[in-house]
């Protein structure tokens, strides 16, 4: 590949400042051993320019004598974001606001293990954020060979997060690995999330049908693991479909996902409409539908409390912006000035 050549690429791996890049042809990559690396152009640290992320597709000036060059951030369809890590890449990062940590998924794996590990408040946690970036939320209950109740567990999922599909599945037996089928599709995208431990390299070297995953064991005790995937890695399946792996939930944080939590509780919204005061706070007024709802069972404690806890999580992550955004001004104008600000 001659020098100076401008093509279309996909990022699939990013470790520091050096990139993994899959070449693109006719819009779509393929399984190729012609992969990249690729450094930023400096026009992303003197411009303040967002980096690119594993998903991501990029404009590369390629260089047959050393690391080819990116140049460009194509527009994104889908991304994970969380509040900005301030102190990281400071050169750039700092701008931000918010920082993307994964780009262009069609699906998002959920994996949850039915053992201690289930939680009905996370899933409907990241149920929600999914839903914000426009992706398909798939919860995967798996390791179904350790639980006696899959059918209930399945069920109770359903009830929490009815905007998700809902699959169980047992990556040891088989169980369930067929209804999966239908998001195996060539060139679509699909992202895991999950805890440690909780089978998401399993799952992957299931699906590809050989090892491109480490596994690593969990504790009996608390059903806990150490993470096997330490950074972000886009892989191609042999069936031509796109698996993001990352590490553990605590990497995705909250966001601005005000949206994501109605949608996902929309049974709890729909109540909103009915009270009998347009400012109800829904805690002791005459006439509230939502106290009515916990009264008669039709809505349950425990939903509505984490309806109330995801809403408060957001209203954090949104609060936390604000302060960033606050800080990043006093900075750059301190910087401006010449003043010197310890941080």
Avoid at 179 to 189: G, W
Avoid at 199 to 218: F, P, Q, R, Y
Wanted: glycine share 8%; charged share 25%; aromatic share 8%.
């Amino acid at each position: 590949m001659k020098s100076n050549t401008l093509i279309t690429a996909r990022v699939s791996c990013v470790q520091k400042n050096v990139f993994t890049l899959l070449p693109c042809g006719k819009d779509k990559c393929v399984n190729s051993e012609d992969e990249l690396l690729g450094k930023l152009k400096g026009k992303f640290y003197n411009l303040g320019l967002e980096p690119p992320v594993v998903g991501d597709y990029v404009k590369v000036a390629t260089n047959e004598y050393g690391d080819a060059l990116i140049d460009e951030v194509l527009p994104r369809a889908t991304a994970f974001k969380r509040p900005n890590r301030s102190g990281h890449a400071e050169s750039f990062l700092k701008n931000l606001l918010e920082e993307t940590i994964a780009a262009n998924f069609d699906y998002v794996f959920i994996v949850t293990s039915l053992n201690q590990d289930y939680s009905e408040n996370r899933i409907a946690r990241y149920v929600s954020i999914t839903l914000q970036t426009g992706a398909k939320p798939v919860v995967i209950l798996s390791k179904s060979d350790l639980c006696d109740d899959v059918e209930l567990k399945v069920e109770i999922t359903k009830a929490v997060c009815d905007k998700a599909d809902v699959v169980a599945i047992s990556s040891l037996t088989g169980y369930g690995l067929e209804k999966l089928e239908p998001y195996m599709q060539k060139d679509k995208t699909i992202a895991l999330v999950g805890s440690s431990g909780v089978g998401k390299s399993t799952l992957l070297n299931t699906l590809n049908g050989e090892d491109l995953m480490d596994v690593k064991h969990i504790r009996d005790a608390d059903g806990k693991g150490r993470h096997t995937t330490t950074y972000r890695h886009l892989f191609r399946l042999k069936n031509g479909v796109w698996i993001m792996d990352t590490p553990g939930m605590r990497e995705i944080g909250v966001l601005d996902m005000e949206d994501g939590i109605d949608e996902t509780f929309s049974d709890v919204v729909s109540l909103f409409g009915q009270c009998k005061f347009n400012d109800c706070s829904h805690t002791n007024e005459p006439g509230c539908a939502v106290l009515a709802a916990l009264e008669d069972g039709s809505l349950s404690e425990e939903r509505w409390s984490t309806y109330l806890q995801l809403h408060k999580e957001n209203e954090w992550g949104k609060a936390k912006m604000i302060r960033i955004a606050k800080f990043t001004k006093e900075y750059q104008k301190n910087r401006y000035m010449g003043w010197e600000i310890k941080e």
